[in-house]
């Protein structure tokens, strides 16, 4: 059975024995050419080599250069035309068949200035063509993480709903409608795409509503982007705990942008 590799545990180099290319350089030029050689071959396929190993070898330089560079450090990276910025924890790749299996843990994550607290993506049936650009195939990605209930009460209130969301001191939901005079505690969670909420108590310009009038019909979450699919999504105290499945999604980037971005630490971008 394939199992996880570490990339800093295999040096590409071994694998394409390129060999060193300290030749003729001043001392600070060969520290730096020591500290980025793990690059080199990114250098060649980019200019087109082409080898049987040439998956292997790209998919082990990037994970094992964003690793070194970045691990435990922030990152930053524009993905599909979305900015991230995250501390990377965990970056590791296993062959799977013909294509790669990636699993990454992000945390104290800024999606499109939405917080999330930690995030791991397990993205399936990951093929790379080489070419100029690069392109990544990725057959399904799954996320499991953890956001703050007022993280997704302050997005939610930025949606174009009737209620004016917050959070009561018991951790339950405040909704307060904007033009019915209606505030209600109320729980929510998501399965399978399905909202549902319960209502635990309810005001109508002050008076109590019966309990037996509490009802909210549940509500078909479609058509999200990527044809998402939210597996669950409840409740855990002042967090939200989630799963969400994407389906395939296809990128690009430049190797050569890829490969400055990690030396200078800069931003990487998939487009």
Known sequence: MATYFDPTSWSPMRAVDLGKRLFDQSLLEQWLSFTTAWMDPVADLGAGTVTALMPDVLMTVLSEGILSRFGGQ?????????????????????????????????????????????????????????????????QQLDLN????????????????????????????????????????????????????????????????????????PAILLDQLPNDARIVHATREGDLVRFRVELSAITGSFDLAQIRSAIVAGTTLIIF
Request: net charge positive; aromatic share 4%; glycine share 6%.
């Open 74 to 138: 922030e990152v930053s990276a524009t993905l599909l035309g979305h900015d991230l910025h995250a501390t990377l924890q965990v970056l590791k790749v296993r062959r799977r068949g013909a294509h790669f299996q990636t699993k990454t843990v992000l945390s104290r994550m800024c999606w499109d200035d939405h917080p999330i607290e930690q995030v791991t993506v397990i993205a399936h049936g990951v093929r790379l063509v080489p070419g100029v650009p690069t392109k990544a195939r990725v």
């Open 145 to 216: 993480g953890t956001v703050t209930t007022e993280a997704v009460v302050g997005w939610l209130n930025t949606q174009r709903i009737d209620w004016q969301l917050g959070i009561a001191e018991s951790g339950l939901i405040r909704a307060k409608h904007r033009r019915r005079r209606i505030t209600a505690l109320v729980e929510a969670q998501v399965r399978d795409n399905l909202l549902t909420v319960e209502i635990h108590r309810a005001n109508w310009l002050g008076i109590r509503v019966p309990r037996n009038l509490l009802t909210a």
